[in-house]
């Protein structure tokens, strides 16, 4: 027996195998094989130019060890290029896509294999990414974000099989790639291929935090450029700087800033920028100008946090974007105990500073203090924070934090309404079925914090999505309706509430409040663009809907929303091969599609949006 401890090194391990394999060697084996074969020589070529050496293969896959980090992603971009011009010659239906997992750790080196967590990572990341596409751990990020021009999206912390803690992600940004641009489609150049090339492009950019844009015919759209500024007063807070020797302080930072957004937001006469988009400029170096004519605002707020003990201090300025001069600036010392009287403080400091003036119910609701106790507010905050990483453990870890604010204030609204909202995300994201009471509680939590402050719009907001998973359209109806009213500024609330539109069978409202949603909230998640494609469908605008839905595959490939629907888009299209392939994908994730067992067919009230989608589902080769 060798008793040797095997060698250990720091590596940058690649991992790639093809999406669908057994779809595609179902059809043509010999085929496959021989694209197979002259793809992977392609691959060991381009891996052999950037110094790295192949590990090991198995069927369709292959593993890869570099040195650099830097050599691995660029060996992945050149590979993905050269295997998308390839895979132009192909029908759709046969193209040989690789994923691509990258991963930087420590491996263990055996007989010339690598093992360990290093290279296991890197297997789960080629898991996560998109057919044709990469994802990179954190490690791969901070080695490579300085050193290459590729962008990259956060995808947070993913929760993947057999690995003890989430892992944070980051896909490579394919729609500002052009390296890894989606192979042309062998059609017939027309009139209809210009059209879709041109929705594309528009949603490309509008990705991108563009303009608002009016979504009437493909070829009249206009050609997208910076966000025009409103004619209200128009705002973004921006993330507050955690100056606390405590890291973990995170929470109370970005939480005084949320809740400044909150407040701004529900005044009529300001346009306020989503927390989802201001906050993306944390941790980065700021410069005022170029966040105002990205988010197309006139002001911005900053400020900083600095706690010790029970003792803070706060920075706040409110700075005007476009001539770059400071309208206001102040620094408070006190006391924890007094955060709520601080908070109002900053608030009517800014509403003074842009002359707005409240209406009298404005004044009587931003009046209310969300909680009398300064130490439930501070479980709350810190309940955000696991909320926002959206893996199941942070969820359950994110519910005990309220609770626990609950304990200490019962009659804390907030809290319940964020407990009712963890447990519809459960649902939403498939973690647990419907049926297993996630629901039910979810309901009961809203109730509870709608009678402790029905004029909270993220409650209203909870509660419809609760009332669409029960089937009750008109409740939920009403209740985003009242969410909206409460806060024009929610974007969120705005684009569910094109959503019940569009069950409601009543689209074109639906799309003029999802595109309000898109500009309040211009990096908006990928669900939005769910939306946008769900609304085109109903509007029989298939090629704008395929567009759109492409787009939030992009983002996230595992919700199931964008692939169904996409599914019933190419149905009504006629491309069945393109159809079949998304089916097989969702059957792939997990999925034992039939449309009895398809619980969003239930959610429509109007009966020609429902048998429109069944019939693009049927198309697409879904059974009853």
Known sequence: MDSQAPERRLAAVLAADVAGFSRLMSVDEEAT?????????????????????????????????????????????????ALAQRNADLDQGRRVEFRIGINLGDVMVQGGDLLGDGVNVAARLEGLAEPGGICISQTVYDQVSAKLTAAFDDLGNQTVKNMPRPIRAYRLRSADSSHLAAPPQRVRRSRRTI?????????????????????????????????????????????????????????????????????????????VIARNSSFTY????????????????????????????????????????????????????????EIFELQDEVRQKIVAALAVKLTPVEQQRLARKPTNNPLAYDLWAQGMRYQSHFTREDMAEARRFYERAIE????????????????????????????????????????????LDDELPEVQWVLSRTYIWQRQYDLALAAIERAVKLDPNFADGRAFYGQVLIYGGRAKEALANIEQAMRINPHYQFWYL???????????????????????????????????????????????????????????????????????????????????????????????
């Open 408 to 451: 200490l204030d019962p009659g804390f609204a907030r809290a319940y309404g964020q407990i009712a909202n963890t447990y519809t995300i459960e649902v939403e994201l498939g973690w647990v079925p419907a049926s297993a009471g996630s629901v039910a509680r979810a309901l009961e939590s809203a109730q509870r914090a709608a009678a």
């Open 282 to 337: 944390k941790g980065k170096p700021v410069n005022i100008a170029q966040v105002g004519r990205e988010l197309g605002v006139h002001y911005v707020v900053e400020g900083s946090v600095r706690r010790a003990g029970e003792r803070m201090r706060i920075t706040a300025q409110l700075i005007d974007a476009v001539s770059g001069h400071h309208l206001w600036a102040e620094r408070y010392d006190r006391d924890f105990k």
């Open 530 to 624: 769910t939306l946008l494609g769900h609304v085109q469908f109903m509007m029989k605008r298939y090629e704008a809907a395929v567009a759109a839905y492409k787009l939030a595959i992009d983002r996230n490939p595992a919700w199931v929303q964008s692939r169904l629907y996409l599914a019933a888009t190419y149905g009504m299209l006629g491309q069945i091969d393109d159809a079949q392939w998304q089916v097989a994908e969702l059957r792939t994730l997990g999925y034992n599609l039939r449309l009895s067992e398809t619980p969003y067919l239930s959610f429509y009230k109007d009966e020609a949006y429902r048998n429109l989608m069944i019939e693009g589902l049927r198309k697409a080769g879904i059974a009853d």
């Open 195 to 271: 059209a879709i090339v041109a929705v594309t492009l528009a949603l490309a950019a509008l990705a991108a935090g563009s303009s608002a844009w009016l979504m009437r015919s493909p070829a009249t759209l206009p050609r997208a450029g910076t966000p025009t500024l409103p004619e209200r007063p128009s705002i973004a807070v921006l993330a507050f700087t955690n100056m606390s020797d405590d890291p973990r302080q995170d929470y109370l930072s970005d939480g005084i800033a949320e809740d400044l957004i909150t407040d701004l937001s529900k005044i009529s006469s300001l346009f």
């Open 33 to 81: 094989l021989r694209v197979l074969t002259a793809y992977r020589h392609e691959m060991d070529r381009l891996i052999a130019a950037h110094r790295g050496r192949v590990v090991g293969t198995a069927g369709d896959s292959v593993l890869a060890e570099f040195a650099s980090p830097v050599e691995a992603v660029r060996c992945a971009i050149e590979t993905q290029q």
